[in-house]
């Protein structure tokens, strides 16, 4: 049995451990709820024009031709990994590298991948061509960043740089759940659902020049929804993850605490064995 002093150090170092993962998890809570608001508020818009994109697709797909929508033989395939930039979130990482790599093995095209956080590149570059990547995209996630991004995917895209490009990205559900969706990014796909209603819109100024403009927007606002979803997923992994090790810490200290009291009152009940022994040696 470890001696007194051990167990001490070890139920300093626990105690330690458990302050600074409740602390990450109170953190993590406090962004998860902002963050959760913010993709919650975003669906309805993007769903609802990603329909009027699909109307509108569906009438004019003869008349209007966008580099955004040809399909091409497909020769290279882009992934696009979003994954963040710090660890401590459970499998939020490797779940995505995991994808990554499976659907790059099942693909008979050349393959890339544009990373997008740090966790991804660091392992991804390893085994995979990397195009591109961009850490600091969740340091101030907005917008603006957002297309620039995505305007240079459609760039690449256009200029037949690659034929195909999926996002691959952790869809959020819930702060326990988070879904590794992989979605295709370009080109554009005219979605066929058995419960696609056709809505008779007036158009002004026109549906040709409506699509043409709305596709680029409607393309930009789908890489920064899964990019609001993804920084989500992050906080809820990594808020469940530091829960669940707070526990164990918590439990791993319970422990560490009755072998010490256990080893405690062996090594007293040694000491009065010791002095009873001493006095009847010397009463002897």
């Known amino acids: 049995m470890a001696n007194l002093k051990e167990i001490r150090n070890r139920i300093?170092?626990?105690s330690s451990t458990m302050q600074i993962t409740s602390a990450m998890k109170m953190v993590s809570a406090a962004k998860l709820k902002k963050a959760q608001d913010a993709i919650t508020a975003m669906r309805p818009y993007t769903a609802k024009l990603t329909e009027l994109l699909q109307n509108l697709g569906g009438a004019?797909?003869?008349d209007v031709e966008s580099p955004y929508?040809?399909?091409r033989p497909v020769k290279?395939?882009?992934?696009v990994a979003?994954?963040?930039n710090r660890g401590l979130c459970g499998g939020f990482n490797s779940n995505i590298i995991k994808e990554v790599k499976a659907k790059a093995a099942n693909i008979?095209?050349?393959t890339a991948v544009f990373t997008l956080g740090k966790k991804g590149n660091d392992i991804l570059s390893k085994e995979h061509e990397i195009v591109g990547h961009n850490t600091a995209i969740f340091d101030s996630l907005n917008f603006t960043e957002a297309a620039a991004l995505a305007q240079e995917l459609m760039d690449g895209y256009a200029a037949e740089a690659y034929d195909e490009v999926h996002l691959?990205?952790?869809r959020f559900k819930n702060a326990a759940t988070q879904t590794v969706t992989v979605e295709q990014f370009l080109p554009l796909v005219q979605q066929e659902t058995a419960n696609q209603t056709q809505v008779d819109y007036i158009y002004e100024p026109g549906q040709e020049e409506i699509f043409t403009t709305l596709l680029p927007k409607a393309l930009?606002?789908?890489?920064?929804?899964a990019l609001r979803d993804s920084f989500a997923s992050e906080h809820g992994a990594r808020m469940t993850a530091m829960h669940k090790a707070t526990d164990n810490a918590t439990d791993l200290r319970d422990q560490l605490k009755l072998t010490y009291n256990k080893a405690r009152q062996a090594a007293i009940t040694n000491e009065i064995l010791e002095i009873v022994g001493g006095a009847e040696a010397l009463n002897g």
């Open 12 to 14: 300093s170092s626990v």
């Open 60 to 62: 004019v797909q003869d």
């Open 69 to 71: 929508t040809q399909a």
């Open 76 to 79: 290279r395939v882009l992934f």
């Open 82 to 84: 979003i994954t963040s």
């Open 108 to 110: 008979d095209a050349a």
């Open 168 to 170: 691959v990205y952790n």
């Open 220 to 225: 930009k606002m789908q890489l920064f929804k």
